[in-house]
């Protein structure tokens, strides 16, 4: 699976917990489940974001 297509597959699940943890905010039940896997999935999106960034950067500074 290449970046794009995880960075995509993260996105599309983070809209899915943003909904749900808002019907469970105006339901006024809790979602602590929800906001920890929504910061986990976060987090992952981050650091494969700059590994990303970094090997990017890296093939770019091999050229020369």
Known sequence: MTYY???RSVKSELDDLNRII??????????????LRHKKLLRELR???SHHALRSFLSFVSLF
């Open 47 to 49: 650091q494969r974001r």
């Open 22 to 35: 808002d019907q469970r905010i105006i339901r006024g039940l809790s979602y602590r489940r929800e906001s």
């Open 5 to 7: 297509q995880y960075a």
